[in-house]
């Protein structure tokens, strides 16, 4: 009776340690940005998403960027290399036509700035990172998506603002299509840069949306430039 008993145990812990399998989700997102202005952002991460209930979901994340830019320092501009490594942790909250996120992590950076008299010098940093996100579909064919992102490590601030809408009748394709504008936001007390620009976004199966970007950036060190660039996103 006992052997019964943990046989049935053991084929009720298997079912529903394989449904909760079944039911999480894998992402990989990644994103590269460059200006005419030889400065560059890459950046990949991987998250694993794990429904809680038919509205709530937590995702746990691991994030790693790339950052080429330049700075002006005794009146010189120099250039400086930047690596970041972020593993995170979100809540997500979902209903029809609205999402809502809240993300906290670490921020691992290692940056690498050119000196005036020659060289380089190389800097360890550690912090956290607290980032927010706003999706909102108030039809099936418009979004407004917003992300706010703030890292303790030189008390640097991102945000970005997006809004778009399917165009797919236009070209009578049978994929969507979407085109839209957005506006970044970034800096801290020493360092600021704006964004605007237009992006086309196509949509596949529900599970793949590739970006591409281009626009108008004026930063404090550097000035005007013209950036572009893509983004990706797999979901499966």
Do not use: C
Not at 144 to 170: G, M, P, Q, T, Y
Not at 220 to 233: C, E, M, P
Request: charged content about 25%.
């Amino acid at each position: 009776m006992k052997k019964r008993h943990l046989f049935l145990i053991v084929i009720f812990l298997f079912l529903t340690v394989t449904e909760r399998i079944y039911a999480l989700n894998l992402e990989i997102f990644t994103a590269s940005d460059f200006d005419t202005e030889d400065q560059r952002f890459h950046f990949i991460g991987v998250g694993l998403i794990n429904p809680l209930t038919g509205q709530f979901s937590v995702f746990p994340r691991v994030m790693a960027g790339f950052y080429r830019y330049k700075f002006k320092s005794d009146a010189n501009i120099l250039d400086a290399e930047l690596q970041t490594i972020m593993p995170a942790v979100g809540i997500r909250y979902s209903q029809k036509g609205y999402s809502s996120a809240i993300i906290a992590g670490a921020d691992f950076r290692r940056t690498e700035r050119e000196k005036v008299g020659g060289g380089k010098e190389t800097e360890d940093e550690q912090g956290a990172i607290g980032q927010l996100e706003l999706d909102i579909w108030p039809s099936a064919k418009a979004n407004l998506n917003v992300i706010l992102n703030f890292s303790s490590v030189d008390e640097f601030f991102w945000s970005r603002v997006r809004v778009k809408r399917d165009i797919a009748e236009l070209f009578k394709a049978g994929k969507n299509i979407f085109a839209g504008i957005e506006a970044i936001v970034s800096g801290n007390e020493d360092f600021q840069a704006w964004q605007i620009g237009i992006f086309k976004e196509l949509a596949l199966s529900g599970k793949l949306y590739i970006t591409g970007k281009a626009g108008y950036k004026r930063s404090t060190d550097i000035g005007d430039s013209a950036y572009f660039g893509f983004d990706l996103y797999l979901i499966f």
